[in-house]
């Protein structure tokens, strides 16, 4: 009985380290993303000259207040 009782205990502690990990990943990812956006106001810039449009500051601020919304969802 003592041997079914570790195995119990071992798989129960795997599957809490797997879950507090896997949401531990998971806010540290979101956290790094909103301090480190993928897409900076630079590279919005060059997509808005290639696509023929000028790039105005307030254009970029709506684009990247628009991705930062868009992010927290």
């Known amino acids: 009985m003592n041997l079914g009782l570790a195995i119990f205990l071992i798989i129960i502690a ?3 380290g797997l879950v507090g990990g ?3 990943a998971r806010a540290y990812m979101k956290k790094y ?4 956006p993928p897409i900076s ?5 060059a ?3 290639q696509m023929g449009q000028k790039p ?4 970029l601020n ?6 930062k919304h868009q992010q927290q969802k």
Not at 41 to 45: F, L, P, Q, S, Y
């Open 47 to 49: 997509m808005m000259a």
């Open 56 to 59: 105005s500051t307030k254009k």
């Open 22 to 24: 896997f949401y531990g």
């Open 33 to 36: 993303f909103q301090d480190n």
């Open 62 to 67: 709506q684009v990247m207040n628009m991705m």
């Open 41 to 45: 106001e630079d590279m919005i810039a």
């Open 14 to 16: 795997l599957l809490i």
